[in-house]
C-alpha cells in the first residue's frame, strides 16, 4: 500500500536535518512510503539489497537465522531510525530479516541515491555511520553478554533494554509498548522458552514486573537492575 508523505513528517528526524525544502522534495520524489502489517517481513535475510529504510511510525524487529537454523532476534528499530542500511557497510545482501512487530508506516528509498545522499549532505552521512557504529558496538556487547553473563542477568537486561528503548508510564509502572513474546525474549537471550517463563513468573510473584499476553509492566526497575548486575538476594 502506497502513501503519501509530507514533509513535515521526516525534516526532524537526524538523518535529514541539513536538508533544505527543495532537498527534501527531490528526496521525496524518488522515495515512497509503505504500510506493513503486523507479522509483514519488510525484507528477509540474504535478499539482495537495492533499498533502504526510515521507520516513520511503529516497532520493527530484526532477527537473524543461524546455520543450525535457530533464530536470534538481534534488536528492535524505534520510530525515526534507519534500517536496511547494507549499502553502508557495503553489503550486496541484507544479513537479517526485518519484521513488522505493530503495524508500521516505512519510508522506502531507492538505493541509487545514497552516493549522492551521503556526498552531499554530511548529517546525513554522519548519522548513518553513526548508527552503524553503534549497532556494531551493541552486537559486541550482546555477544559478551551471552558469554559471560548468567541467564537471568541477560532476561533481565533484555527486559530493561526494551522497557528503555519503548517504555510507556502507566499506573502500574512503564509497560513495554509493542506485543512481546517470551518466545521473543528467549530468542534475543539465547535461552529456552522454559526458562524465560520460570523467571518472569518468579519476577512477578515478587513484585519486579507483571506480565499478561504478550505484555510486560516493569514495576520495580531498581530491583531489576540489581539482577542484571549479577546482585541477588
Not at 97 to 120: G, H, M, R, Y
Request: net charge negative; glycine share 6%; hydrophobic share 40%.
Amino acid at each position: 500500500m502506497n502513501m503519501s508523505l509530507d514533509q513535515s513528517l521526516i525534516k526532524d528526524l537526524p538523518p535529514f536535518l541539513d536538508m533544505d525544502h527543495e532537498a527534501l522534495a527531490e528526496l521525496l520524489g524518488v522515495a515512497r512510503s509503505e504500510h506493513f502489517a503486523k507479522g509483514d517481513a519488510i525484507f528477509s535475510q540474504a535478499d539482495e539489497a537495492h533499498k533502504f529504510y526510515v521507520l516513520l511510525d511503529g516497532y520493527i524487529q530484526v532477527a537473524k537465522l543461524t546455520p543450525d537454523g535457530e533464530q536470534v532476534v538481534m534488536r528492535y528499530i524505534t520510530s525515526g531510525e534507519l534500517f536496511g542500511i547494507a549499502k553502508a557497510v557495503g553489503q550486496k545482501n541484507y544479513p537479517a530479516s526485518a519484521i513488522a512487530a505493530v503495524d508500521c508506516v516505512v519510508l522506502v528509498i531507492s538505493d541509487a541515491i545514497w552516493d549522492e545522499l551521503t556526498d552531499k549532505y554530511p548529517t546525513f552521512a554522519s548519522n548513518t555511520y553513526k548508527t552503524v557504529g553503534e549497532r556494531l558496538i551493541e552486537t559486541q556487547q550482546h555477544v559478551v553478554e551471552l558469554a559471560t553473563e548468567k541467564v537471568e542477568q541477560r532476561i533481565a537486561n533484555a527486559v530493561l533494554k526494551l522497557a528503555n528503548q519503548t517504555g510507556r508510564k502507566t499506573e502500574e509502572g512503564i509497560l513495554i509498548d509493542f506485543p512481546i513474546s517470551r518466545k521473543d525474549i528467549s530468542e534475543m537471550t539465547g535461552t529456552t522458552l522454559h526458562t524465560v517463563s520460570r523467571l518472569l513468573s518468579a519476577w512477578e510473584d515478587k513484585g519486579l514486573i507483571k506480565s499478561g499476553r504478550q505484555k510486560i509492566t516493569l514495576v520495580e526497575g531498581h530491583k531489576l537492575m540489581l539482577v542484571a548486575n549479577g546482585i541477588t538476594n
